[in-house]
């Protein structure tokens, strides 16, 4: 898959999660954890962090799998929220503001 984007705006393809998923790469998913761990402030596992992608079937980490953005958007049945008819709603907004990044993606994806 040359890119994959979740619903949110993540390029699940440049993800270190999805990169050690994809080549099955213990020292990657490891690294990850402890990085996230650090950034987020949570205790992060190696087991938390596999990952197919957001938009596929398969693994998703600890947190994508929960994520209400992602529930939202497949029950809405869009590409991503960007092109969904309520896009700034609280979902969505409240993770633009955590990572402000996904916005850009989100709106050139728009167009």
Not at 41 to 65: M, N, P, Q, T
Not at 70 to 80: Q, S, T
Request: proline content about 2%; some cysteine; overall charge negative.
């Amino acid at each position: 898959m040359d890119r994959m984007i979740a619903y949110c705006g993540l390029i699940c393809t440049d993800c270190p999660a999805y990169e050690a998923t994809q080549n099955n790469d213990l020292k990657k998913a490891q690294e990850t954890a402890e990085l996230w761990s650090k950034h987020y402030g949570a205790d992060i596992r190696v087991e938390h962090v596999w990952c197919d992608g957001c938009l596929v079937e398969g693994k998703k980490c600890s947190y994508c799998a929960k994520c209400a953005v992602r529930a939202c958007a497949g029950e809405r049945d869009v590409i991503h929220c960007g092109v969904c008819a309520d896009y700034e709603c609280d979902k969505i907004g409240e993770l633009l503001a955590l990572a402000p990044e996904l916005r850009n993606v989100l709106e050139a994806e728009r167009k």
